[in-house]
């Protein structure tokens, strides 16, 4: 088993292990109210993010940086030939009109021109504007108007036009390029012409405290805000995550290092990983989706030794691998795979961190059955090398992490926002803690205010909004950021985020209720799809439901159902109900009686971006979605 041999490796390893310095500041109660962790990268003075490809083709212009996929063969990137393709689309750009300083909009799913266009603009002086491939034309006016982009890369004709529609009442509409009608060999032919020299010149006169990019957040409840990023903080976030992370990855599994990045480029997560990658020189290649019956594919080719996703891409894993075993009739084979797995992965982690004696005899050997039949099974969808990955984005459930250490893969789980450069907490290696979201990365601090907000320092966190002085004043004083979540510390300084505090619920019997941790549980388990706990002044909590599509598709066949059975239909029918009361009394199971869920409701239809329910990060727009509902709210408390 990879886990075992990589927890006994790093228990032989305490040099890596006690890498970076933990400051614990106690209340009077004792109580850890602020934890400090110690920069492990040198604070540098000069350059930018900018200079990291030609800083790789200079000292190892042969080193594979990336690998691109063209005609179904990932071919391989080398340090020197991406420096290259970087400086002609630079050229393409300064030639094209782009001032020092101007503002450049990306619409595209993640892609390898993406990470061409990011480092290009940059080099080219400039600063860039991500947006989501999914956006609306309103959702385009009001972030290319409002950063003043004049240029917009759009990847395809959809995007191309949504972008026309969304400016075409600015004064002066943007110029627009698309990647799949050649917008990078037009930019590398229109700026032939301009010497390498104005784009050394031009990447020279760049400084740590540039801004970098505008970043805007998803817009749970208003505009989304452009966070103003600059090269100091994609370097500290970077920098101090691979000093972190990638030496001791290295060292304990003796891999080279090598990814799959996913995640949407206009999300700063994944922007960030790219960036710490290139830093590294940890091979990266690129997936437009994060769908799974295309991503699998993909991650059986590429076979990465580690990822970074999201909750929802280890949770469709689970639930893919139950599925299949359904379809073979051994369904309760799996659901007894994931029982043991989870008895087995708190086991061997409480051995590893000294607070009990491991799994017996008998645990070994169940555990030993199921990875042959299940455990080895989800390591192959996942490429068969992987051993780590990183969750971020939103709490994953506690169990479904100790699956997938029984099934070899540990999953560290980070916490951030698009203010603090993505990750501002990690859980480290070899300090593996289920159910936090870890440690402040190095240089940062986290403080928990007496309302129980978390609050954030150090130097990846914003500066400002963009265009929005009151919103930054209203969120940032003395240094630190008011995250609006709300979280505790443990005894070692280990930080777990319990909801957002704008989303707490008081029920009329005066009781708080974060339904974080209940939607977070509901969505872990099959055929639950999107939901939304409600209770706020109400008798008692209660929950709206949709059924995840692939799951009942599944459900369908089953059971021998008609596929075109309505879901008007399903909602009805009671073994279905019965499935989804599964879910809702795992969920249940992490709160008090008080805070648990009462009743609810199974809803027709989905809560998606395209009908407004959603942001384009997958989170919900909790005000929208009970506007949306209010009657089938208003009937969950009718007596």
């Not at 020197?80 to 030639?95: D, Q």
């Not at 006169?205 to 817009?219: F, M, N, Q």
């Not at 607070?355 to 039949?373: C, E, F, H, I, S």
């Not at 698009?418 to 480290?428: G, H, L, R």
Request: glycine share 10%; charged share 25%.
């Amino acid at each position: 088993m990879g886990v075992r041999k990589d927890l006994k490796r790093a228990q032989q390893r305490t040099d890596l292990a006690a890498r970076g310095e933990i400051e614990l500041i106690r209340d009077d109660t004792g109580t850890v109210r602020e934890v400090r962790a110690g920069p492990l990268a040198p604070r540098v003075t000069t350059g930018s993010t900018a200079d990291l490809p030609f800083t790789n083709a200079a000292e190892t212009p042969e080193a594979v940086v990336l690998r691109r996929k063209q005609g179904g063969t990932w071919r391989p990137v080398t340090a020197a030939a991406f420096a290259r393709e970087v400086t002609a689309t630079a050229k393409g750009l300064i030639a094209a009109g782009l001032e020092p300083g101007g503002r450049v909009a990306v619409m595209s799913r993640t892609r390898y021109e993406w990470t061409v266009l990011d480092f290009a603009v940059w080099a080219a002086g400039g600063q860039s504007v991500p947006v989501y491939a999914t956006s609306s034309p309103d959702q385009i006016e009001w972030i290319v108007g409002d950063s003043g982009a004049r240029f917009v890369f759009t990847e395809t004709p959809e995007n191309t036009a949504a972008v026309t529609t969304g400016t075409a009442g600015h004064p002066e509409p943007p110029r627009i390029w698309e990647i799949e009608a050649g917008a990078l060999p037009e930019l590398v032919a229109l700026g032939r012409d301009i010497p390498d020299a104005e784009v050394t010149k031009r990447r020279a006169a760049l400084t740590l405290d540039t801004v970098a990019t505008i970043c805007y957040t998803s817009g749970t409840t208003g505009q989304p805000k452009g966070c103003v990023l600059t090269h100091a903080n994609l370097h500290a976030e970077a920098a101090n995550t691979v000093e972190l992370l990638h030496p001791i990855f290295q060292a304990v599994t003796g891999q080279i290092a090598s990814t799959l990045l996913f995640l949407p480029l206009a999300h700063i997560l994944g922007r960030s990983l790219q960036i710490a990658c290139l830093m590294a020189r940890i091979e990266l290649g690129h997936c437009p989706t994060l769908k799974p019956d295309e991503l699998r594919p993909a991650l059986r080719e590429f076979r990465p030794t580690f990822l970074v996703g999201v909750p929802y891409l280890f949770e469709k894993i689970h639930d893919t691998g139950r599925a299949t075993a359904e379809k073979i009739g051994r369904g309760a084979s799996f659901d007894r795979a994931d029982r043991i797995g989870v008895r087995f992965g708190e086991a061997y982690l409480d051995k590893f961190l000294g607070r009990g004696k491991g799994p017996g005899p008998g645990l070994y050997a169940a555990w030993a059955l199921y990875d042959l039949l299940v455990y080895r099974r989800i390591r192959k969808e996942l490429g068969g090398r992987m051993r780590y990955a990183i969750s971020g984005g939103s709490p994953l459930d506690r169990n479904l992490n100790l699956f997938f250490a029984a099934a070899g893969i540990i999953v560290y789980e980070g916490y951030g926002l698009t203010e603090t450069t993505a990750a501002a907490t990690i859980v480290p290696p070899l300090t593996p803690r289920p159910g936090t979201v870890g440690l402040p990365i190095p240089g940062t601090a986290i403080r928990i205010a007496q309302d129980g907000e978390v609050l954030v320092r150090g130097e990846v966190v914003f500066g400002a909004y963009w265009n929005n002085p009151s919103a930054t004043d209203a969120v940032l004083s003395d240094d630190w950021f008011a995250t609006g979540d709300l979280g505790s510390l443990d005894e070692d300084g280990f930080l777990t985020i319990t909801g957002r505090k704008k989303d707490i619920l008081v029920t009329s019997g005066g009781k708080n209720v974060s339904p974080a941790v209940l939607e977070d549980r509901l969505r872990s388990r099959s055929p639950v799809g999107q939901c939304l706990v409600v209770g706020d002044n109400r008798p008692y909590i209660a929950a709206l439901i949709t059924l995840d599509p692939e799951a009942v598709t599944h459900w369908l066949a089953v059971r021998g159902l008609p596929a075109d059975t309505s879901q008007a239909d399903l909602v009805r029918d009671p073994r279905l109900h019965a499935a989804v009361q599964k879910a809702v009394d795992y969920a249940n199971e992490a709160v008090s009686r008080a805070e648990s869920i009462r009743d609810f409701a199974l809803v027709p239809g989905e809560f998606t971006e395209e009908n407004g329910l959603l942001t384009p990060s997958l989170k919900l727009k909790r005000h929208a979605v009970t506007a949306a509902y209010a009657d089938e709210i208003d009937a969950l408390y009718r007596t």
